[in-house]
């Protein structure tokens, strides 16, 4: 009843009919506490389960689910003569549309998180926030993207599981989810997708949050979803993130991030959070301080990198809503050059990367911002070099990374680990075989010092 295939042409065109079911989660889902507090910390996550961005588009709300998509029925025609290289075109149209709709979702949950005190955040075992916004995401993309191209097509790998929902001690986050799911499926439409007849119920929501159990791996195609990337940074009303990407046998080919409080003016993203929030409550809403957010997107070898401002209240989104290419930066001396990193230590060391910096030659201030919007940074050209150096041990997971990756290749920039090695995705859930941390960097000159300067230094290190 919940989430049928959208067309017979969908699945003929796409001909990768990759999902991974596993309904031991789906059904008769009864929920036995639920909590009244917008905030819950993660336990350790062992689930699991597991074109040119300006020319294409097509609404999809305007084709019902009997009917195909156009461009799917002339793909199927040629199907049998010579068969096109893929391009990921539907898949690229509906995964930004989405993600700009995941983004108007976030913004309306930090905004009644930072209106509220801390007293609804609780602290479990790795300390890691999750929120409402991050299970409504999820239940979100994933009812989507079913809707969109069939559920037995669509393979999702994604950081929540609702083992934590469910657990939630006081009543009302499970139905806080429902609800804010329900009014951002509302506003589908005007992001050009269908939304759901009638509102969801609570097992319908439980559902789409646990069909992203995929475990990933080497072959077909899955999606990769991090809901809100630096829950930390959300809950603090800072940065953050919505990450989707697609991977096909184990490359990433399609990467968005909504990057919803990405500022206008690069020296922004520099300023303390709270700073921000009085600068946007000072300044009227035309005037250039308000205007923040994007959502960057690319699709494997096309060479391009794009980005889209988010949409505003009351608009449609008309394809390609004003996207504009991105690039990096043609910095190349490290003098000149910015780097970013975590916020959090105990996300990467700090002071392995400032001894980086000092032999590379970086004279710049770190730039210390929550998530993959340090991706995006280096996409946009705003700062140059991306170092994560974890401590020993830690697993980096893919969904942390797909999007960006593809997004700065696409940009003009490199993507490594520290042994030069591309990141692999087509391990399962984590980064394995990661060769101690991951560097990012607008060009290779920039990015060869780095590795220099990390096998140099790596022996004298802590990590
Ligand atoms: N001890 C640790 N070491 C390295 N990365 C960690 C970590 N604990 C959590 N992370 C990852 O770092 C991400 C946040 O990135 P950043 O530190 O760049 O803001 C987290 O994403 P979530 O916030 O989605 O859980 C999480 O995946
Ligand atoms: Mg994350």
């Known amino acids: 009843m919940l989430l049928h295939s959208s067309s017979m042409a969908i699945k003929v065109s796409h001909n990768l009919g990759l999902g991974k079911w596993n309904d031991k989660h789906n059904n008769n889902f009864i929920p036995n506490h639920v909590g009244s507090f917008f905030i819950f910390l993660r336990s350790n996550k062992t689930h699991h389960n597991a074109m040119s961005g300006g020319h294409i588009g097509c609404c999809l709300s305007s084709f019902n689910q009997t009917q195909s998509f156009p461009v799917m029925e002339d793909q ?82 994604a950081e929540e599981d609702i083992q934590n929902l469910s657990k939630a001690k006081a009543g009302g986050v499970l139905e806080t989810v429902v609800k804010t799911v329900n009014e951002c499926l509302a506003e589908a439409p005007r992001y050009g997708l269908n939304g759901p007849k009638m509102a969801l119920g609570t097992t319908e929501v439980l559902e789409a949050i646990s069909r992203c159990n995929s475990i990933g791996g080497p072959a077909g195609r899955f999606w990769a979803l991090d809901p809100v990337d630096g829950t930390l940074g959300f809950v603090r009303g800072d940065q953050y993130a919505i990450a989707l990407a697609l991977i096909e046998d184990g490359e990433v080919v399609l990467g968005v991030l909504g990057c ?138 893919i969904w942390d990374h797909a999007a960006g990756v593809v997004i700065i290749q696409e940009a003009g920039g490199v993507v490594t680990d520290a042994g030069g090695r591309p990141l692999d995705f087509s391990k399962g859930i984590y980064l394995e075989g990661l060769d101690r941390g991951v560097i990012a960097s607008a060009g290779a000159n920039l990015h060869d010092k780095i590795i220099r300067a990390v096998d140099a230094s790596w022996d004298s290190s802590a990590l």
């Open 76 to 157: 199927k025609k040629l199907s049998f003569s010579s068969p096109e290289p893929v391009n990921y075109s539907q898949e690229l149209d509906v995964a930004v549309r989405t993600v700009q709709l995941a983004c108007s979702l976030c913004q309306r949950v930090q905004n009644g998180l930072i209106s509220k005190t801390s007293d609804g955040v609780q602290s479990k075992d790795d300390n890691s926030p999750v929120t409402v916004a991050d299970w409504s995401v999820q239940a979100t993309v994933s009812w989507i993207l079913s809707e969109s191209f069939g559920s037995s097509n669509v393979s999702i790998v």
């Open 260 to 397: 919803p409080n990405y500022p206008m003016r690069k020296e922004w993203l520099n300023y303390h959070h709270r700073y921000h929030r009085i600068i946007s409550k000072l300044t009227p809403s035309t005037s250039e301080s308000w205007d923040k957010g994007c959502v960057i997107y690319a699709r494997r070898g096309s060479g391009e990198a794009w980005m889209q401002p988010l949409l505003h209240v009351n608009k449609n989104l008309v394809w390609p809503n004003s996207a504009r290419p991105v690039r990096v930066s043609s910095i190349d001396n490290p003098s000149l050059a910015t780097f970013c990193e975590p916020v959090e230590k105990a996300n990467s060391s700090h002071s392995f990367t400032a001894g980086l910096a000092h032999s590379v030659g970086l004279r710049k201030q770190p730039l210390r911002v929550y998530s993959m919007v340090k991706y995006a940074a280096i996409a946009r050209g705003d700062a140059e070099i991306f170092m994560k150096f974890a401590r020993a041990g830690y697993k980096e997971k």
